[in-house]
Nanobody
Framework: QVQLQESGGGSVQAGGSLRLTCASR????????MGWFRQAPGKEREAVAI????????YYVDSVKGRFTISEDRSNNTMFLQMDSLKPEDTAMYYC???????????????????WGQGTQVTVSS
């Protein structure tokens, strides 16, 4: 069973920073799209940041551009989401997700991401 394991969530004040980590053996297969998604209570899930492991992207949702950075550490099969200048509206459950890329860009077919972690909560207070 494929596993993605997130860590690094927590509670911070507005303007603070957090770094989320996603560990998975999927990183050994470079043919995957990997991304961070989030879902706040009462809102739809949205893709926050996405990369293609063979090179492509990163892609960010407009609301986090300039504040969040997605990156990976190939040697340790991990992916990160560095979140700076956090805002209360960034409060959500954050998920690491993946799908095999079989053509369309990783920023497309967001509903096709079929490997998910359990999520990590990020809470930003004003």
């Amino acid at each position: 069973q494929v596993q993605l394991q997130e860590s690094g969530g927590g509670s911070v004040q507005a303007g603070g920073s957090l770094r989320l980590t996603c560990a998975s053996r999927l990183f050994t297969d470079r043919g995957y799209c990997m991304g961070w998604f989030r879902q706040a209570p009462g809102k739809e899930r949205e893709a926050v940041a996405i990369i293609y492991l063979r090179g492509g992207g990163p892609y960010y949702v407009d609301s986090v551009k300039g504040r969040f950075t997605i990156s990976e550490d190939r040697s340790n099969n991990t992916m990160f989401l560095q979140m700076d200048s956090l805002k209360p509206e960034d409060t959500a459950m954050y998920y690491c997700a993946a799908r095999k890329r079989d053509g369309p860009s990783c920023r497309l077919l967001l509903d096709s991401y079929n490997f998910w972690g359990q999520g990590t909560q990020v809470t930003v207070s004003s």
